[in-house]
């Protein structure tokens, strides 16, 4: 079955780094477009990134645009998001988010991890 | 970006009421919208993509539809585990949007 299990939350201050990292097993990872997605504590859910599935092309929210970098290790079925330049903002579950095969259309998110929770305070 | 407005942002409801939600775009997005629903403390559950079609393993008492800039999810016959929060997101730009929610809790 598909298993999406996320890594690397954590507390950091503000201005700080995080990398964050998704697993995957259970289907095959080379071919999906794969995506973060954020949830603030007791607020709605805003996407993140997408990448897709040969990571030649990615995109962000305007909120991260510059600061956040998406990432995937096709071989090693990860999926990274790198975080920088953190802010008090940023904290948040962050989940990863299975998203649709090269070869189908539209896009929609069928998949998603337990999450990962960031927390940026000094 | 295309901006998603969901109505109405929270309601109250009895089992075996029939529910609907509404989101509107701030621009025509085609049929490109998903809707999905989420409990406390856990993961979205994604229940319609494109507009209306049934995600597998989804009971059909959930029916969504429209086109452009306006859509519906309607809940036929509310159900205990039904009592969620509904988000509508759109997937016609590369930046996705989702709309800020719409949580159903008990009259």
């Known amino acids: 079955q598909v298993q999406l299990v996320e890594s690397g939350g954590g507390l950091v201050k503000p201005g700080g780094s995080l990398r964050l990292s998704c697993a995957a097993s259970g289907f095959n990872f080379r071919h999906y477009y794969m995506n973060w997605i954020r949830q603030a504590p007791g607020k709605g859910l805003e996407w993140v990134s997408y990448?897709?599935?040969?990571?030649?092309?990615?995109f962000y929210a305007d909120s991260v645009k510059g600061r956040f970098t998406i990432s995937r290790d096709n071989a090693k079925n990860t999926l990274y998001l790198e975080m920088n330049s953190l802010r008090a903002d940023d904290t948040a579950v962050y989940y990863c988010v299975r998203d649709r095969a090269e070869w189908e259309l539209p896009s929609h998110f069928d998949y998603w991890g337990q999450g990962t929770l960031v927390t940026v305070s000094s | 970006d295309i901006q998603m407005t969901q109505s109405p942002s929270s309601l109250s409801a009895s089992v075996g009421d029939r529910v609907t939600i509404t989101c509107r775009a701030s621009?025509?997005?085609?049929?490109?919208l998903n809707w999905y629903q989420q409990k406390p403390g856990k993961a979205p559950k994604l229940l319609i993509y494109s507009s209306s079609s049934l995600q597998s393993g989804v009971p059909s008492r959930f029916r969504a539809g429209g086109s452009g800039t306006d859509f519906t999810l309607t809940i036929s016959s509310l159900q205990p585990e039904d009592f969620a929060s509904y988000y509508c997101?759109?997937?016609?730009?590369?930046?996705?949007?989702f709309g800020q929610g719409t949580k159903v809790d008990f009259k």
């Open positions: 621009q025509s997005i085609s049929n490109y």
């Open positions: 997101q759109q997937s016609y730009s590369t930046t996705r949007t």
């Open positions: 990448i897709t599935s040969s990571g030649s092309s990615t």
